[in-house]
């Protein structure tokens, strides 16, 4: 089946500075990678997702971009603040199946 | 508009007691999917639902674990003879079709604790 790996675990960045966080997946039928937020008590929540159609996607100051051929995705938050401190998880749908395979999280810390 | 609900938001069980955990979907949504998420790791999927037929129950722990959702709306995931290992967050995720590309949106979770 699918597995997808994430780092950072923990990334610290001053406010205004830009985060990166990347994942990699095996299984080279997925098609759809989603990206969520995750506070603490919540459930998650999408931020932003990418399909294999297209390689870059932005959204004001979050953008992801995906390389099909290695297998990896990013996650690029520009000008963070402190409300960007959070868990932010990616995660891949496999091509064979409909639920979302994640990886393990990145605790994201935003100094003021 | 409503987005996904989920009760009870806490439970504390005692070993061996039998939990039942809901799922309130959006509106009209087809697809509905059940995770678990340990602490400090991602939600890893339990089984998901396309109207009222179990499509896929491939990550269910174990044959305590039963989801149901017979109308095709509300769901239930019940879990017998709950055990310590089945502390967790459990999250319900709909989506509005049954592509493998249509966005999952997630309820807030309910956090079951086995004592």
């Known amino acids: 089946g699918e597995n997808v790996e994430q780092h950072p675990s923990t990334l610290s960045v001053q406010e205004g500075d830009s985060a990166v966080i990347k994942c990699t997946y095996s299984?080279?039928?997925?098609?759809?990678f989603p990206w969520y937020k995750q506070e603490l008590g919540k459930g998650p929540q999408l931020i932003i997702d990418i399909r294999s159609n297209v390689g870059e996607k932005k959204d004001q100051r979050i953008a992801v971009t995906l390389n099909k051929t290695a297998k990896h995705f990013s996650l690029h938050i520009t000008e963070t603040q402190p409300e960007d401190s959070a868990v932010y998880f990616c995660?891949?749908?496999?091509?064979?199946?409909?639920?979302?395979?994640f990886g393990s999280g990145t605790q994201l810390t935003v100094l003021p | 508009g409503a987005g996904v609900s989920q009760s009870p938001r806490y439970k504390v069980a005692k070993r061996g007691q039998d939990v039942a955990l809901r799922c309130d979907p959006i509106?009209?949504?087809?697809?509905l999917f059940w995770y678990q998420q340990a602490l400090g790791q991602g939600p890893e999927f339990l089984t998901y639902f396309q109207n009222e037929a179990q499509l896929d129950k491939s990550g269910l722990p174990s044959d305590r674990f039963f989801a149901e959702r017979p109308e095709g709306s509300v769901s239930t995931l019940k879990i017998q003879r709950t055990q310590q290992e089945d502390s967790a967050v459990y999250l319900c995720?709909?989506?509005?079709?049954?592509?493998?590309?249509?966005?999952?949106?997630f309820g807030p979770g309910t956090r079951l604790t086995v004592l």
């Open positions: 299984d080279s039928a997925s098609n759809y």
């Open positions: 509106s009209g949504h087809v697809s």
């Open positions: 995720a709909s989506s509005l079709e049954y592509r493998t590309t249509d966005t999952q949106y």
């Open positions: 995660a891949a749908s496999p091509g064979s199946a409909r639920q979302l395979t």
